[in-house]
């Protein structure tokens, strides 16, 4: 689905110059690279702190361990998204309840966040899915008047700016009280294992957050809360270090992609092309079409025939998963989890790669 291999191509004086002095430095463990790559997110995020950690996955659970919650307190997240979230709740005995998304951007609809908090509820959580933000200004006005923390997932979407309604300009992730991101490959910023990062503006969440991905302590060996073991790789913030001054550049890329796909998908009868949410900037972590009145397996075979690959993200909203049973219904996220399909996009796209799946697209509703 996307071709890190030529990325890497681009790169790799500089990368493989970063990976070999932390070799030659032997400090694979909390290297000054660690520290350097968070500063220079910092800085690009317009984030006070950085916390790195071992992944996406990790960058939640330690959010949620932040804010130390009364088991059972309720985290109202999209029933429509990747499985991280509920996970973290669950494994920290709060309860996910999920929130139907808009069926044109994908992210959780703010029409309907009000209606589910309860005396129980502490954080709303959107996932800026597939590169743009969730709808923030009226997340963070829901959050203020019911006194809720919000942490954005922002696996997805780093480097997306958001534009609130007074001309203020924010990166994706630093709106809410904490932002969470994963460095797996495949994402925008991607390192060449697992990493991830927590951000927040706030100085007391900061030094929990910190205290808690290392072992609940500040001073070595002296532990003040329960943590937990998350650390970045020294080689994998040297590889991120370099990446992170391509970022913007890696998301044009992208975004250059989506829009040929954009102007060749415009007003097809069976192909509804992703619609982009007005105060955000998309970074296309996907490229998601809505097919349905399709036959989706078919289709899916029929370019992986030619060699396209396609993908659905997700099959299944997040409360008919066997393990996050939930008995509820949300007819937008059940839609889309039987239409989406997602096509390939990345940098170093070649405009014959391009070219060859728009027209294998098109060529195979012409049959
Ligand atoms: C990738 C992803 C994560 C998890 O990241 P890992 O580094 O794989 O743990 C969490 N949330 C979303 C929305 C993601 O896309």
Request: hydrophobic letters at 40%; a negative charge; aromatic letters at 8%.
């Amino acid at each position: 689905m996307v071709d890190l291999a030529s990325q890497y191509a681009r790169l790799k004086p500089e990368i493989d110059a970063s990976i070999q002095q932390v070799l030659d430095k032997a400090a694979y463990i909390n290297g000054p690279d660690v520290k350097a790559f968070a500063n220079d997110l910092s800085q690009y995020l317009g984030a006070k702190h950085v916390i790195p950690c071992a992944n996406g996955t990790d960058a939640l659970q330690i959010a949620l361990m932040a804010l130390d919650l009364p088991i059972g307190s309720e985290v109202i997240t999209p029933g429509f998204s990747y499985i991280a979230l509920a996970e973290v709740c669950l494994l920290l005995h709060l309860k996910p309840v999920y929130c139907d998304v808009n069926l044109d951007t994908f992210t959780v609809d703010v029409n309907q966040i009000e209606a589910l908090i309860t005396p129980q509820t502490k954080v709303i959580a959107p996932v800026h899915l597939y590169g743009q933000c969730a709808d923030m200004e009226a997340i963070m006005a829901i959050a203020q008047k019911h006194h809720l923390y919000v942490i954005e997932d922002n696996a997805q979407s780093i480097g997306a700016d958001y534009t609130f309604s007074n001309g203020k300009v924010m990166k994706s992730g630093t709106i809410g009280d904490i932002g969470t991101t994963s460095f797996f490959p495949s994402k925008n910023l991607g390192c060449y294992g697992d990493g991830g990062a927590i951000y927040t503006n706030n100085d007391a969440l900061g030094e929990k957050l910190k205290m808690i991905a290392n072992h609940g302590q500040k001073v070595k060996y002296i532990h003040d809360v329960v943590g937990v073991n998350s650390r970045l790789d020294t080689l994998q913030a040297a590889i991120l270090k370099v990446k992170l001054q391509y970022l913007d550049e890696f998301n044009k890329e992208r975004r250059n992609v989506a829009n040929q796909y954009d102007a060749a998908f415009a007003n097809h009868p069976n192909i509804k092309a992703p619609s982009r949410n007005s105060s955000s900037t998309h970074v296309f972590h996907q490229y998601t079409l809505q097919m349905c009145d399709v036959d989706i397996p078919h289709f899916r075979d029929t370019l992986q025939k030619v060699g396209i690959p396609t993908m659905i993200y997700y099959p299944l909203p997040l409360y008919k998963q066997t393990a996050y049973l939930q008995d509820i219904q949300l007819p937008h996220s059940e839609v889309l989890s039987t239409c989406v399909v997602s096509l390939p996009i990345g940098t170093d796209m070649e405009q014959e790669q391009i070219e060859f799946i728009i027209e294998n697209v098109l060529k195979y509703f012409k049959k």
